[in-house]
């Protein structure tokens, strides 16, 4: 990392344990100022813990943190007042109004009511809530009470907002359209997001760089990109294609002529090139006008990244 660079977040050898059980061992991490950086991981890996943790809602057993400078054990109010915190079930007072309830925050917040106002009328309006605003909470659906959610951290204008599982239970549309806020605020607003999540796909959707969480370990971290270099560092380079119906066998048949593939194999639907580097590129110009659909390098997708972390940490 670049010494230039600051850090959000920093742990050293941070750990957490209930009697014998260790929920978090040893957690090296750093998370760049500005960035959006995935916790990935199956549930129960130990991501809940490390965040309650870094919010000072839980003492550690060993190690350290910092999160924006601010020690958590020792500062949980300093913490609390710079980091917005979306747990996976948020909560709100049903019987007050979506307005009243971000007010209440402000207030919590000691932020004076002529500066809050605006502030939440202009947050419920970028979160797409402005025209309910004086609806009841208890009213609103999943998604939107996500989206309160969102709104609710970002009132105290906080340097680094921490999402547990946001987008359980809502829908495909609403998952998508909590995402792409999530990522504008990190763009548009210099805010640091650290999503714990174990869903794949939205993980890959938004993340700058992705922590791979295993049984209280971070068994990978890094761009998409590198991860999957580093598994496939040493191993035969595998080129997946996929043809348009018909041309498989032509898109084959060229395939074997480009310089640096040495094999061509067929795997369902899939042809498979084994090359001697990444010749991408190469078989892109060479097949791509026989009908190619898809070609990726095999490994590198977050899918088997995970899963060959997942299964080398179990077994």
């Known amino acids: 990392m670049d010494a230039t660079e600051r850090l959000s977040i920093e742990t050293t050898a941070l750990t957490k344990r209930y009697g014998d059980f260790v929920a978090v061992d040893g957690l090296d991490l750093a998370v760049r100022e500005g960035e959006v950086f ?3 991981g199956p549930n129960g890996a130990g991501k809940t813990t490390t965040i309650l943790m870094l919010l000072g809602l839980t003492e550690p057993s060993g190690g350290r943190a910092a999160v924006l400078g601010c020690d958590p054990t020792r500062e949980p109010l300093k913490v609390k007042s710079l980091v917005g915190y979306l747990p996976d079930a948020v909560g709100f007072y049903e ?8 007010l209440y925050t402000a207030d919590l917040n000691g932020i ?10 202009a947050l419920l309006e970028r979160v797409g809530l ?3 605003r004086d609806k009841l909470a208890g009213q609103f659906s999943r998604g939107m009470r996500q989206r309160l959610g969102i709104a609710d951290v970002l009132v105290k204008n906080p340097r680094l907002i921490v999402l547990d599982e946001p987008t359980i239970g809502l829908d495909p549309d609403g998952t998508v ?5 999530i990522r504008e605020l990190s763009r548009e607003e210099g805010i640091t997001v650290l999503l714990s999540s174990h869903l794949l796909e939205q993980v890959q959707r938004i993340c700058d760089r992705v922590g791979i969480f295993v049984r209280g370990r971070l ?3 890094g761009p998409i990109a590198t991860l999957g270099e ?3 560092s040493g191993q035969p380079l595998v080129v997946e294609l996929t043809a348009v119906p018909g041309a498989t066998e032509s898109v084959a048949a060229a395939l074997a002529t480009v310089a640096g593939v040495e094999s061509v194999e067929r795997e369902g639907d899939l042809l498979l090139a084994q090359c001697s580097a990444d010749v991408r590129p190469a078989i892109a110009r060479q097949v791509a006008p026989l009908g190619l659909l898809g ?3 095999r490994g590198v997708a977050l899918e088997d990244i995970y899963l060959k972390y997942f299964r080398h940490s179990e077994g």
Do not use: H, K, S
């Open 38 to 40: 995935g916790l990935l």
């Open 95 to 102: 019987d007050l109004t979506a307005r009243e309830n971000l």
């Open 112 to 121: 004076p009511r002529n500066v809050a106002g605006p502030r939440i009328d």
């Open 130 to 132: 402005l025209e309910v």
């Open 177 to 181: 359209a909590l995402l792409d806020l």
């Open 219 to 221: 068994v990978a971290c």
């Open 230 to 232: 580093q598994l496939l």
């Open 295 to 297: 070609l990726r390098l």
